[in-house]
């Protein structure tokens, strides 16, 4: 099965940056959905971007337009998620996941849900001090 394995999390300043990487364990096809999720203690696990690598579609969270980026390398089979202005708001335990069937990806957007996706990684903390 293949493992996704998650870096790149830390403490940052209010305003700052981080940038996430999400490593698959080995050579998968190219046509599936790589997307971020995070959570708060207490809280439902959400949606923040997610990548199409078939044809490059992306999806952001209202609150995180403008601010993060997710891309990749699909030929290191790594996705990143770039995020830039943060604040208290976006401190999370942030998830790597990925649906390994791109035809999922529907008219209004990608899979939403949890349950939707097939691998994760452990996850990352990101806090943002105010």
């Known amino acids: 099965q293949v493992q996704l394995v998650e870096s790149g999390g830390g403490l940052v300043q209010a305003g700052g940056s981080l940038r996430l990487s999400c490593a698959a364990s080995e050579r998968t096809l190219s046509r599936y959905i790589m997307a971020w999720f995070r959570q708060d203690p207490g809280k439902e696990r959400e949606l923040v971007a997610a990548?199409?690598?078939?044809?490059?579609?992306?999806y952001y969270k209202e609150s995180v337009k403008g601010r993060f980026t997710i891309s990749g390398d699909n030929a290191k089979n790594t996705a990143y998620l770039q995020m830039n202005s943060l604040t208290p708001e976006d401190m999370a335990v942030y998830y790597c996941a990925a649906d390994w069937d791109a035809s999922d990806w529907g008219l209004w957007g990608p899979p939403m849900r949890p349950y939707q996706y097939t691998s994760w990684g452990q996850g990352t903390q990101v806090t943002v001090s105010s």
């Open positions: 990548i199409n690598w078939s044809d490059g579609k992306t």
